[in-house]
């Protein structure tokens, strides 16, 4: 006689069986672009074969030249992205890079219930919430865990492990070529010698604007900025400031004050006030921020309840990212999931209370300091330190004019009349002091 099941017990066979096929879902990937990241993503699905994950397709346009030995020979390699996108694929992982046609290839697969995982920051920081409303919308999941800072799990970390804090600051170092150039400008190396040799490794673009102009760290900021301050803004409302304005001379002067320079980005939200902003700072060399060489990554989250808590590591690099996109398989595949972080639109601005760094290079003449302090004064900003070295030539002198935390505003009225004074040789350099 067959053995009679009680409602408890059926509903323990049942839980088990969700449970089982949540811990054992295999999902079939198809990576898109076999570059850097994507010819790494494929190393470490077929040397560590991860449970549950299943490398099926690769597609990279002119597809031939991209094969490999050391992959199945059940891999099915395309240069027809639709095909691949109209296979049985569970997951497309998308590391080509740019608006498009990543966005089209995200919005077909989630609009075909699969899941979409990508590295691709720009793609992220402009359509992330569309993208994930159509995700949630179909049935399929949007992962973006190495579209900031690589292989540090800043993402996860923002998503699970500070989702029960308030965060009320976040600021880091999101670019790794402005900090290999910087760090390197900091042991004494020329700007340009160390672009060109960012360029020779391989860290840099031909065209280097990205990087150092701050727009790839102003995507990234945006990202950060949704999981941590839970805003949904407009990348371009933030003016990013170029680290093309820093000279040998500021790292002396740095030096002299206790303190560095990195490319930091930085946004934080007080009194109903969203600030955001990302160029050089001044960073003490006491910070866990001028700690970083290199192409190191670092982001400091600031929360309510738990205070300051620091990510750090590689941030860029095949197989650092690549480590970052194979976690969001298995969090995939083993049916995690992430903690819903409720965002709203917002508008930003770069208002902040900070102690500010100016950089004057003048011909010198008497009265020049008596001017830049009483337009100073006018502002009600006040002066912290004056600071000038010996040696250089009175034609061209730089110094350094320090001034107590004051509003980003107040600084920017103060200085529209001192850069048109006739004895400045340049537009002066202020920088914001992190302290
Ligand atoms: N590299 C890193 O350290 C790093 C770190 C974090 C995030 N990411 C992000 O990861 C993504 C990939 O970066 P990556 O460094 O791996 O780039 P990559 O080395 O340039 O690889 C991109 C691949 O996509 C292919 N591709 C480009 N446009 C295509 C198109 N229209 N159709 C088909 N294939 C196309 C390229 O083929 P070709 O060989 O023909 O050009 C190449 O194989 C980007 O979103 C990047 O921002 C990279």
């Given at each position: ?34 570059g850097t ?60 890079g740019g608006l ?21 920051k720009k ?52 670019n790794g070529t402005c900090?290999f150039i ?9 700007y340009a010698?160390m672009l060109a040799e960012a360029q020779a490794k391989g860290y840099a673009e031909a065209d280097p604007t990205e990087d150092v102009g701050g727009f790839d760290a102003r995507a ?20 990013p400031?170029p680290i093309t ?18 490319q ?52 860029a ?119």
């Amino acid at each position: 006689m067959p053995e009679a099941h009680s409602p408890a017990s059926s509903l323990e066979t049942s839980a088990v069986q969700t449970r089982k096929s949540r811990s054992a879902r295999h999902l079939r990937i198809a990576i898109f672009g076999f570059g850097t990241v994507g010819s790494s993503v494929a190393r470490i699905l077929v040397e560590s074969k991860p449970r549950g994950l299943e490398l099926t397709h690769v597609f990279n346009r002119g597809v031939a030249r991209k094969r490999v030995d050391w992959a199945p020979a059940s891999v099915v390699w395309s240069e027809d992205a639709d095909a691949v996108l109209a296979s049985d694929v569970d997951v497309v992982v998308e590391l080509v890079g740019g608006l498009d046609p990543a966005g089209t290839w995200a919005r077909r697969a989630l609009e075909a219930g699969k899941s979409f995982v990508t590295a691709n920051k720009k793609l992220i920081a402009y359509h992330g919430v569309e993208l994930e409303r159509l995700a949630a919308a179909k049935g399929g999941h949007l992962k973006y865990g190495a579209a900031v800072a690589g292989g540090i799990p800043v993402i996860p970390g923002l998503e699970q492990g500070m989702a029960g804090d308030r965060i009320e600051r976040i600021e880091g170092i999101l670019n790794g070529t402005c900090n290999f150039i910087l760090s390197k400008m900091e042991e004494g190396a020329e700007y340009a010698s160390m672009l060109a040799e960012a360029q020779a490794k391989g860290y840099a673009e031909a065209d280097p604007t990205e990087d150092v102009g701050g727009f790839d760290a102003r995507a990234k900021l945006a990202i950060l900025m949704r999981l941590a301050l839970r805003v949904q803004i407009d990348p371009e409302e933030i003016v990013p400031r170029p680290i093309t304005t820093i000279t040998p001379v500021d790292f002396s002067y740095a030096r002299d004050l206790g303190c560095t320079i990195r490319q930091v980005s930085r946004a934080e939200q007080a009194e109903g006030r969203l600030a955001a902003t990302v160029g050089p700072m001044l960073v003490a060399l006491r910070s866990p921020l001028a700690w970083s060489q290199g192409m190191e990554n670092m982001v400091i989250a600031t929360g309510h309840y738990g205070g300051d808590v620091v990510f750090s590591g590689h941030g860029a690099g095949g197989h650092p990212t690549a480590v970052a996109v194979v976690s969001d398989l298995l969090a995939l595949a083993h049916g995690s999931q992430r903690v819903e972080i409720p965002s709203s639109p917002a508008r930003v601005g770069a208002e902040f209370e900070v102690p500010h760094y100016i950089r004057f290079l003048v011909r010198d003449r008497p009265g020049i300091v008596a001017a830049i302090t009483t337009e100073l004064a006018k502002e009600q900003i006040n002066i912290r330190a004056i600071v000038q070295r010996a040696g250089f030539p009175a034609d061209a002198l730089p110094f350094v004019v320090t001034v107590e935390p004051c509003k980003t505003s107040a600084l920017q009225r103060a200085l529209t009349p001192i850069r048109t004074m006739d004895c400045m040789l340049v537009e002066p350099l202020d920088l914001q002091m992190l302290e």
